[in-house]
């Protein structure tokens, strides 16, 4: 009895029995809708073999793809006020982040990393679209300009990857208050004289692309990818006109002057080698002087001004007075 229970009735079963298939192993492209297996994708960078559609890529596949070797590390960023207005919709506030931050492991939609890139320094800023949509909150704003003091004291150029649905509803005006928050970590990176470079992918809308996202030194955008402030939708409700076919898309901005670059997936890095090279190169080591100092020493070097307000006073009270 015992041998047809234990070793007769299990093979029966396994032959009879419909073996369970994992529901991730294919992937339907959101573009021409073929089903893709899913080592073929990963093999792939996630694009499409079949119409060369660039779908979403994870956060972190995209960093062990820059990075030399896949190597790097990710600064650990302050937590802050989980919930500042404890908001609460059809959901609490702070249950969102906490199932956001179980799912992807991350503490809110940006990831700073540094290492190395083609051998040189690089500190990568890099938005999480799995974590509620990218959306820019106050973590986001306080961690870019944390991206932007590690980029300055490494002497390094700060990447920033967008994929954003813009400003963190939840969050009300402390979200749209990182808008000029995350400029002046731009600003600062810019002063220093560093490269500051920008790569636009699906989707990039809202306050983000109007504010960091558009004010990269180069504009790098994916191929496919939507890049705008409000939805084509909402647009084309308010002016009661059909937009033009591609409206938003990559390669239309491309045209008509908003982006410098449209670049395939798999050459995003060498790309970025390139332009971060061309740009450290020519990185000019003038000395830092106020426009009335060089004045009274009447130098012809071209100066920097860390602060031109405090300058322009200088000039007015050296000003002298009219007979």
């Known amino acids: 009895m015992n041998w047809l229970t234990n070793f007769v009735r299990p093979k029966i079963r396994a032959l009879v029995e419909k073996k369970e298939i994992p529901d991730n192993l294919w992937q339907q492209c959101t573009s021409c809708e073929q089903m893709i297996f899913h080592r073929e994708l990963e093999a792939s960078s996630h694009v499409c073999h079949h119409c060369g559609h660039h779908m979403r890529l994870p956060a972190k ?12 590390q990710t600064l650990e960023l ?61 973590a986001l704003g306080k961690a870019m300009l944390i991206a932007a003091r590690l980029a300055i004291q490494k002497e390094a150029p700060l990447i920033c990857f967008t994929s954003s649905g813009g400003a963190r509803m939840q969050e009300g005006i402390l ?89 395939h997936r798999r050459q995003i890095r060498d790309e970025l080698i390139r332009i971060s090279g061309l740009l450290l190169e020519n990185r000019g080591s003038a000395e830092v002087v106020s426009i009335s100092a060089a004045s009274k020493k009447g130098t012809q070097k071209n100066t920097a001004t860390p602060n031109l307000h405090d300058d322009a006073q200088t000039m007015i009270e050296e000003r002298p007075a009219a007979e």
Do not use: C, W
């Open 175 to 263: 979200s749209l208050m990182q808008m000029p928050r995350t400029v002046i970590a731009v600003e600062d990176v810019k002063q220093a004289g560093l490269p500051y470079i920008t790569v636009l992918t699906d989707p990039t809308t809202g306050g983000v692309t109007a504010s960091f996202a558009m004010l990269g030194d180069i504009a790098i955008a994916e191929p496919g990818a939507v890049i705008g402030f409000a939805g084509a939708r909402v647009i084309e409700e308010t002016i009661r006109e059909k937009l033009p076919e591609g409206f938003q898309r990559a390669e239309y901005l491309l045209d008509h002057g908003m982006i410098d670059r449209v670049v």
């Open 78 to 138: 302050p937590k802050l006020t989980a919930d500042p207005l404890k908001f609460k919709d059809r959901k609490r506030y702070s249950d969102r982040l906490k199932e956001s931050r179980s799912t992807t492991g991350e503490e809110d939609a940006l990831i700073v990393a540094y290492g190395k890139m083609g051998g040189r320094e690089a500190v990568i800023a890099i938005m999480n679209f799995s974590f509620m949509g990218g959306s820019m909150g106050l």
């Open 61 to 72: 596949e995209r960093l062990e793809m820059l990075f030399d070797d896949g190597k790097y």
